[in-house]
């Protein structure tokens, strides 16, 4: 059975803007006359006097397909005119459709695309694109189609960003670069439109480039990691989603620490990607709040 069901008739709720007095009673109120009952509220406020408010609410509404436009309707009312707040409204039994793009290094996407076979994350998988054919009969046997778009040599990538941008434009609800070596522009993320999920090692800024895990093993690190976050035209630091460390110690060689390293990747970017379909992230800012 899957871990991850997607329930039927069951709605998520995002709320965020200034707190205030009243909120939590709003929505459920909300909720309640058009027919739901809540079955998961987290909220969280950094300042209670005017502050930050962030709110994450599920319901069970029969029907709730049928029912959406009104809801929106009564939430534009309430909330945006009555509140100033902002929100969003998603049918959980509609899964997200997400593309993995990839480069030579398969272990983060073989890791999501046997996650998803199983189950165990609610998304569907129109595509996966790669700038190698390594993995493209690996693809195939999930019965998944695999495009492969080259890079363009040099520093201007409009070329093979335009040939990405056609294959995703419309057609996903958001990307996941499971150790996609290539640098995205801002243009490309601006045209996409859609949320951009990375993973990488977490000794960045420190061993920037190649063999990371040899350098941090000349240095004597006692620590790997992994970061996964949101990207933006700043190269690696985007929005923080998840991270993990495991300890290492000096008889760990090189390739033990890039083994270890690259299980802990797997690990922080299935949670990553589990979280961001589950609209269980809100981003505020350069972070994130994740119920």
Not at 40 to 46: E, G, K
Not at 50 to 59: K, L, M, P, S, T
Not at 159 to 175: K, M, P, T, Y
Request: net charge negative; proline share 6%; hydrophobic share 45%.
């Amino acid at each position: 059975m899957p871990l991850h069901p997607l329930p039927s008739d069951h709605a998520c709720l995002i709320v965020y803007g200034r707190d205030r007095p009243g909120i939590v009673a709003a929505v459920s109120a909300l909720i309640t006359r058009n027919g739901g009952n809540i079955v998961a509220l987290d909220q969280y406020s950094d300042d209670p006097i005017g502050g930050a408010y962030f709110q994450r609410v599920v319901f069970h509404r029969p029907g709730f397909a049928a029912a959406a436009p009104e809801i929106e309707a009564d939430l534009d009312a309430t909330l945006g005119a009555g509140f100033d707040l902002n929100w969003r409204l998603r049918d959980q039994s509609v899964p997200k459709r997400m593309a993995v793009l990839a480069s030579q290094q398969d272990h983060c996407l073989l890791d999501l695309l046997w996650r998803h076979r199983r189950g165990d994350l609610p998304v569907t998988v129109p595509m996966v694109i790669s700038n190698h054919t390594d993995a493209a009969d690996d693809v195939r046997s999930f019965g998944i189609p695999f495009h492969h778009v080259a890079s363009t040599p040099g520093p201007d990538k409009s070329a093979s960003e335009a040939e990405l941008l056609e294959l995703l434009v419309g057609n996903v609800d958001f990307v996941v670069l499971a150790r996609y070596m290539q640098i995205l522009s801002q243009d490309f993320l601006d045209k996409l439109g859609v949320p951009v999920i990375n993973i990488h090692h977490s000794f960045l800024p420190a061993f920037v480039g190649a063999e990371p895990y040899r350098r941090a093993k000349e240095r004597g690190v006692k620590l790997i990691g992994a970061t996964s976050h949101y990207v933006t035209g700043d190269l690696d630091e985007g929005p923080i989603i998840e991270q993990d460390t495991v300890r290492v110690t000096h008889a760990d060689s090189a390739a033990e620490l890039a083994r270890r390293g690259a299980d802990v990747e797997r690990q922080v970017l299935s949670r990553a990607v589990l979280w961001h379909a589950q609209d269980r992230v809100i981003r505020h800012g350069n972070h994130t709040i994740v119920f």
